[in-house]
């Protein structure tokens, strides 16, 4: 689909996803467990639609999650599985 228009792959790699859908802090939330072949351990990503005048409150509310699974603060990441990949490869700065 996106080579029709000319556009060539950057970094090709594979990922394995399984999502959950839960509510939490009153909110619907959708989960996701990542597991990139090239990156150790499991990712999870932690997502939520929110009303304009909820912004405020939902980074504390996503960030409840992973704290209810029992991972610090010091675990989480906002690194793209792109770039983890492509910095295990030594393809480019992450």
């Known amino acids: 689909m996106l080579r029709g228009p000319g556009y060539v792959p950057a970094i090709e ?30 990712r999870i990503e932690v997502e939520t639609l929110v009303p304009d005048g909820e912004l405020q409150a939902a980074p504390g509310d996503l960030r409840a999650v992973p704290a209810e699974l029992g991972i610090g603060e010091d675990e989480l990441t906002t690194q793209a599985h792109t770039d983890a990949v492509a910095a295990r490869r030594g393809a480019w700065a992450a």
């Open 13 to 42: 790699f594979e990922k394995r996803c399984r999502s959950y859908e839960f509510e939490a802090a009153g909110r619907r939330m959708l989960a996701t467990g990542v597991w990139v072949t090239e990156i150790d351990g499991t």
